[in-house]
């Protein structure tokens, strides 16, 4: 059973801190990451998509990827409150349904103003 | 661009009722569609997806079932709704895996 593991949570950091979210999976074959954002009563929002080995930057935001270590991982700086939300990450399902992204069951971050 | 629409935002309804929600997608063609559904505090779990028109494939045996009449349209329906299928009703679009999903704003069902 192919798997995306998160810490549940609550991660509290205080505003201006860096926040660090982690997300280990189970199939090696896995080649595309995505990390979601969602707030409470909200649908999940696409913000971050890594394929490659080391990090990528966007903004306040750092996708990390380790394949060896089949762990994937976002850095939010200089946290605001606004992104207090729910963190999911996401890997294909590689030989399974078509398209199917397996999702963790998410990290819920608090940033405290 | 591309845009999905899903309603209704919300819905309470009793059970043994009847259920369908829509889904629609513009600005692109034959996307993958996804009806997904996310119990309070839980993860998301995948409930079925299509690759095509009248192709519909089923994750988790259940009570629901999903058609695609259209190549952008994808309808979740239950015949006699049950306790257990509140939840969080979201449909996504991709057009392929590698780019991720877009979701649409989700369906809050309360069965009482």
């Known amino acids: 059973q192919k798997e995306v593991e998160q810490n549940s949570g609550p991660l509290s950091v205080p505003e201006g801190a860096i926040a660090s979210l982690n997300c280990t999976y189970s199939?090696?074959?896995?080649?595309?990451f995505f990390w979601y954002r969602q707030y409470s009563g909200k649908s999940p929002e696409l913000i971050m998509s890594i394929y490659s080995n080391g990090d990528k930057e966007d903004g306040r935001f750092t996708a990390q990827l380790n394949k060896a270590s089949q762990y994937v991982s976002l850095l939010i700086r200089d946290s605001q409150p606004s992104d207090s939300a729910t963190y999911l990450c996401a890997v294909p399902n590689y030989g399974g349904s078509q398209g199917n992204l397996i999702f963790g069951k998410g990290t819920k971050l608090s940033v405290k103003p | 661009s591309q845009t999905i629409h899903q309603w209704p935002a919300t819905l309470v309804q009793p059970v043994g009722s009847p259920l369908s929600l829509e889904c629609t997608v513009e600005?692109?063609?034959?996307?993958?569609l996804y009806w997904y559904r996310q119990a309070a505090g839980r993860g998301l779990q995948l409930l079925f997806y299509s690759v095509g028109i009248g192709q519909i494939s089923s994750e988790v045996p259940q009570n629901l079932s999903a058609s695609r009449p259209q190549d952008r349209q994808f309808i979740l329906s239950s015949k006699k709704l049950l306790l257990s299928d509140s939840g969080f009703y979201l449909c996504a679009w991709s057009v392929e895996d590698s780019y991720g999903y877009t979701f649409g704003s989700g369906t809050r069902l309360t069965v009482v």
């Open positions: 600005g692109t063609s034959n996307p993958n």
């Open positions: 199939d090696r074959v896995s080649q595309s």
